[in-house]
């Protein structure tokens, strides 16, 4: 099956930073989506983004499918920003399966 | 609107008892999906529905498994009996089958086995 690799594992910033996760998958993709799981445990759909580059309020991403990654970009960080952030990929043919990938831990320090 | 919504929200029970696990999608939604989630595995989906109808039960982890989808409003999943190894958070999403149609995740329920 399709593998899913984010990087970087951890990544602790102080409020007020940037950030750019990445999402990188092994195989064509019919579709990608990011999610963010806050610390109370709830998954939460950022965006559904099998190509090119959507922008909500401070979070954007960026998606290549041609190169098999995206790109989450997180500005101005605030606490409210902790948590995991996942990528999952649907495969071609895959009817509507989600893969995720292990995610990326985000501590934002005030 | 109403989210995906997850019955209970906690479950801590003895293993070998039955446990089962309620979903109600988003109305309008046309697929529900079933996922586990540990920290050794992540989140990994045990199976999905559409229209009703289970499309792809191959992440079940065995015969103590099982779910089910009466209606377009709600689904259960079923463990039968239960082990210490079942314990995780199991959380149900629906989506609407098309284009541009993300899936939506409820709040899971937490489950302990002892």
């Known amino acids: 099956g399709i593998q899913v690799e984010q990087s970087p594992p951890d990544l602790i910033l102080q409020e007020g930073a940037n950030s750019t996760l990445r999402c990188n998958f092994s195989d064509s993709v019919n579709n990608l989506q990011w999610f963010h799981q806050n610390p109370w445990g709830q998954l939460i759909n950022l965006f559904y983004?099998?190509?090119g580059t959507k922008q909500n309020g401070r979070l954007s991403a960026t998606t290549v499918a041609t190169e098999r990654y995206s790109l989450l970009y997180i500005s101005s960080s605030q606490t409210t920003d902790s948590g995991v952030y996942f990528c999952?990929?649907?495969?071609?043919?895959?009817?509507?399966?989600?893969?995720f990938g292990t995610g990326t831990r985000l501590t934002i320090i005030p | 609107d109403a989210g995906v919504i997850q019955s209970p929200r906690h479950e801590v029970t003895e293993m070998g008892q039955e446990v089962t696990l309620r979903c109600k999608p988003i109305s309008g939604h046309n697929s529900l999906f079933w996922y586990r989630q540990t920290m050794m595995r992540g989140l990994e989906l045990l199976i999905y529905?559409?229209?009703?109808?289970?499309?792809?039960d191959s992440g079940m982890p065995e015969d103590r498994f099982s779910a089910k989808m009466p209606n377009a409003s709600f689904s259960t999943l079923k463990i039968q009996p239960s082990e210490p190894r079942d314990s995780a958070v199991y959380f149900c999403a629906s989506s609407h089958t098309g284009i541009e149609q993300p899936q939506h995740f409820g709040d899971g329920t937490r489950l302990s086995i002892l």
């Open positions: 983004i099998p190509s």
């Open positions: 529905f559409n229209n009703n109808v289970p499309i792809d």
């Open positions: 999952a990929v649907e495969e071609p043919f895959g009817n509507e399966k989600l893969t």
